[in-house]
């Protein structure tokens, strides 16, 4: 029951009460007799699953025009971001079709008018009322001017990005803008643009159907064929406003509390450049077509495991960004229509809601418990919808940051297929590809079903990300896709992300593993070496006190002398005080001389993970041996892969446990590393924790 609810959510199908009736409105073409039949099969389940809110009592009521309109919640955020930075083009929304053909120029800028006479929206502007509170204002006559502009066909591509970028003042308005580029005799390109606190992907769809239709109309002469609107997009805001102070929403907004309380923002996806200060909100886009084998294979998975296509390419674009991030707390953001019931499905405005979907991919699960996860979490989201995402954001308090979005900075969309596309008598019409140069989000994956297969587009930062890793990326996608329709079951950790020559350059060409370090030393016999070749060089220095590399042989040979005779030896572990200083050094010299390993203890530490660290220790040394101690060492029997030292984990999820570092991994850090060739007179500074690992290269 769940998964028909979703699927029909996913195609904008609207359930309903009335009674003991159910009612439904669907938008043209997705509701199939397969959909239908299901649907009314499964009435009394679907009946009981309906909440409190999509009940017939919903109504909107008419409000009164003379006072201030309030702005709807999604639109005030849109008027706060304009008022924070005023003239941003990021939340323009353009569209051009290019026409072949004989226009009824007359007749379309007839249906370009009649459409702005329908919808109130169009005729909106907004400003701040005398409390600084920002409201509508409805302009009961005003027409759209349509430019007309020549424009060879060699330069349309950039006339339509300069016109998609030409900012909106939304207290003057017109918030819509319509122009026509003829390009030839009979060939035309009609633009519109308009600001997205006035609609969003539905509407365009709604405006392109109306604008078929009354052009086919006013073509043939004929009077309008559209009814009369029932509603109008004010009095929806005016009604959400009033709806977000019930006890219902006040549920939600719990859940909401509950579900997002902690989350980390920003996601540490791994970028170019690091995040500039203030969002500028300059944006690319970038496509990548997926084979119809691969989406027939992606689909046929879907049905399989019970979620549709929408869960299956989320999912999997969050296992990437948990793979890319090294994180398993992956929040991001997916719109959702929020239209309340049938009267509001044929209105142009801004209804749309995002939805903020948390995922927990802890315990590298495989693909399918993943998809078992993931759908948990998009029906608790669809069934707490009512919320507007503004007023969670404001119930959360998070730090807000104006480098970027509250609660998630990536986003993904699965965008319905096709375009609508207008149609006029006599011609043909054909989208020009998306005019983008904005991105709200550090990242939007659109998918997109094709004719042919499946498509894959990047809506991306340019402040954050080049081109190019952004290219990897969605290659990594197609790759991850196809590895989880050759087999669900692979875990996450397991999940193909990079083709043979990345691997290939990652593992071989990086990994410096073709160039040869002693791996059979142990870093006591290294250091002998060094010593007998250059004994009177200085080897620590601290304070007024210089040691050669002699004397610190030495002295290292008396403390291995004195720990062979306490009967420590090869693979025990000895503990020693936790301090930077010329005698930590000799010590860790002395106990590899000896062949045991080091474990630091900070005295600073809870006792109880003292404790643990302690009770690893075969033998704990504390001062330096007499100089009386003899020097003769018996060398013990170690290997390179042989512990060297022992550092243990916080333990905030349960016991500290010991990680041992062996001899090899010492020596190719320090005696061939691919970043710090030291020179003889050079000297390092033991300015690091000895608990912390970045001591070991220092000493």
């Not at 879907?302 to 390419?313: I, K, P, W």
């Not at 040869?516 to 304070?543: L, N, W």
């Amino acid at each position: 029951m769940n998964d028909l609810i979703e699927e029909l959510r996913q195609r904008d199908i609207k359930l309903w009460r009335d009674g003991d009736n159910l009612r439904f409105s669907a938008p043209e073409g997705v509701l199939s007799p397969d959909l239908k039949a299901r649907m009314l099969a499964s009435k009394v389940e679907l009946l009981a699953q309906l909440s409190d809110s999509q009940t017939a009592a919903a109504r909107i009521p008419h409000i009164n025009r003379s006072e201030g309109i309030p702005l709807s919640f999604p639109q005030e955020r849109l008027w706060v971001l304009d008022q924070l930075e005023p003239g941003l083009s990021a939340y323009n929304v353009a569209h051009c079709w290019r026409i072949s053909g004989p226009l009824d120029v007359g007749a379309l800028e007839r249906s370009l008018q009649e459409i702005t006479r329908r919808h109130e929206v169009l005729r909106t502007t907004f400003s701040a009322a005398k409390d600084a509170t920002p409201v509508q204002i409805i302009h009961p006559s005003r027409t759209l001017s349509v430019r007309q502009a020549s424009v060879p066909a060699s330069e349309l591509l950039r006339f339509a990005q300069e016109e998609a970028e030409r900012p909106f003042d939304l207290a003057a308005g017109p918030l819509l803008r319509a122009t026509l580029a003829r390009l030839g005799e009979e060939e035309h390109a009609l633009l519109l643009t308009w600001h997205h606190i006035i609609s969003d992907a539905w509407s365009c769809a709604i405006f392109a159907r109306e604008l078929s239709a009354l052009h086919a109309a006013f073509h043939t002469h004929q009077p309008s064929p559209l009814e009369d609107l029932p509603l109008q997009y004010a009095d929806f805001a005016s009604w959400q406003r009033e709806k977000c102070s019930g006890p219902a929403v006040a549920t939600q907004l719990a859940f909401w509390r509950e579900r997002l309380g902690g989350a980390r923002s920003p996601l540490p996806v791994p970028a170019d450049r690091p995040r500039p200060s203030r969002q500028s909100y300059r944006g690319a886009l970038l496509t990548r077509e997926l084979s119809g084998e691969l989406a027939t294979k992606l689909r046929n998975l879907a049905r399989a495991e019970g979620v549709t296509l929408f869960v299956l390419t989320l999912t999997a674009f969050k296992a990437l960004l948990a793979r890319y991030c090294g994180e398993t707390d992956i929040c991001i953001g997916s719109p959702i229509a929020q239209r309340p019931n049938v009267e509001s499905e044929s209105l142009i405005g801004f209804f749309l809601n995002m939805l903020a979907l948390r995922s927990d991919f802890s315990g590298d699960p495989d693909f399918r418990e993943l998809l078992r996860r993931e759908r948990s979490v998009v029906l608790d989201a669809f069934r707490h919808q009512d919320v507007p995402f503004e007023k969670i954001v404001e119930e959360l308090h998070p730090v807000r940051d104006l480098s970027h979005h509250p609660v998630f900075q990536i986003a993904f969309v699965l965008q319905p297929p096709g375009e609508t596309v207008p149609a006029f008598a006599g011609t043909t019409v054909s989208p020009l590809p998306p005019l983008v140069t904005t991105a709200k989000f550090d990242l939007t994956l659109f998918v997109e079903e094709t004719r042919d297969g499946m498509r894959a587009m990047m809506e991306y930062s340019t402040d954050q990300f080049d081109a190019a890793t952004v290219e990897r990326m969605l290659e990594s996608l197609e790759l991850l896709l196809a590895g989880i329709a050759t087999d669900p079951g692979t875990p996450l950790s397991r999940l193909p992300i990079l083709n043979a020559a990345q691997q290939n350059r990652i593992l071989t060409e990086w990994s410096g593993s073709d160039q040869p370090y002693p791996s059979g030393q142990t870093i006591a016999e290294r250091f002998t070496e060094c010593a007998a070749k250059d004994p009177d060089a200085i080897a620590v220095i601290e304070g007024d006190e210089r040691l050669t590399y002699a004397d610190l042989d030495a002295r290292a040979n008396r403390v291995a002398h004195f720990l062979q005779s306490k009967k420590i030896c090869a693979g025990n572990f000895v503990g020693l005080r936790a301090e930077r200083s010329l005698a930590f050094v000799i010590k860790v010299l002395g106990i590899a001389k000896a062949g045991g390993a080091y474990i630091p203890l900070d005295e600073q530490e809870p006792a109880a993970r003292l404790a643990v660290m302690k009770a690893a220790c075969a033998f704990v040394i504390d001062a330096e041996p007499e100089s009386s101690t003899p020097t003769d060492v018996v060398p013990p029997a170690v290997r390179s892969d042989g512990p060297a030292y022992v550092l243990f984990t916080s333990g905030s999820t349960g016991i500290p446990k010991g990680v041992i570092v062996p001899h090899q991994g010492i020596m190719r850090l320090v005696v061939n590393n691919d970043y710090a060739p030291f020179r003889a007179d050079d000297t390092v500074a033991f300015a690091s924790n000895v608990c912390f690992d970045a001591a070991t290269f220092e000493i």
